[in-house]
């Protein structure tokens, strides 16, 4: 007669005790908290990349619209209501007046009267704002150029005929004269990035004669 033979069951060889268990999958948590944040991280990082891209294209844009108008600019003038003459430029701390041949819709088109003006968002921040008024018509265009800035304005290089050196100003007030270039400041907490841009053809009244538009062609026009 055979004799059986009982077989101690020890638990801790059969498996994982409830506290290894409890331990995996707390571990395991922490791994796809980490991979899920990660993931996230990533995901933000290319979305804020892409955003600073277009940020920075449209930027891009926007001086080379404002670069391409100002050198663009024709020194017209018009007769005011005193007999006199007046060239169209106008020249403010947020506000700049000038017709230029160059459209930010149409390209080399004709004369276009372009209006830079600064104005509120709704953020509180300050928004650039270039419109177009086609010379002897009705109707207007306006695009954003600038937004999302603590302070945008423009300055005026002013030179007396008695000085040797100029000054930026603030205000346009030469009838007579379009100043040498104008500086567009865009400013941001301790960051300011100022642009300065010249004006190729430039015109004085005090050199003009009578009957004159005012305009004189710039280097290497005929």
Not at 26 to 55: N, P
Not at 147 to 168: H, L, V
């Amino acid at each position: 007669m055979k004799s059986k033979r009982l077989k101690v069951f020890n638990i801790d060889e059969a498996g994982f005790t409830l506290l290894e268990l409890i331990i995996s999958i707390a571990l395991i948590g922490i791994i796809v908290l980490i991979i899920a944040g990660a993931m996230r991280l990533g995901f933000r990082s290319v979305d804020s990349g892409e955003k600073k891209i277009e940020s920075l294209e449209r930027m891009r844009a926007s001086l080379n619209i404002i670069d391409s108008q100002i050198q663009s600019e024709i020194p017209l003038t018009y007769d005011d209501d005193e007999g006199g003459r007046k060239y169209y430029f106008k020249g403010e701390r947020e506000f700049m007046q000038f017709p230029t041949n160059y459209s930010i819709w149409g390209g080399e088109i004709g004369y276009v009267t372009a209006t830079y003006k600064v104005e509120y968002g709704d953020n509180g921040k300050q928004v650039l704002y270039a419109s177009e008024n086609i010379v002897g018509m009705e109707g207007k265009r306006d695009a954003k150029l600038f937004d999302a800035y603590e302070m945008i304005y423009f300055e005026y290089f002013f030179k007396d005929p008695t000085e040797e050196e100029g000054k930026w100003v603030d205000q346009w007030t030469d009838d007579v004269n379009i100043p040498e270039k104008i500086k567009l400041h865009l400013v941001e907490g301790t960051r300011d990035l100022s642009i300065i841009i010249p004006f190729r053809a430039r015109g004085s009244l005090t050199q003009m004669p009578s009957g004159s538009t005012g305009f004189r062609p710039s280097m290497g026009e005929e």
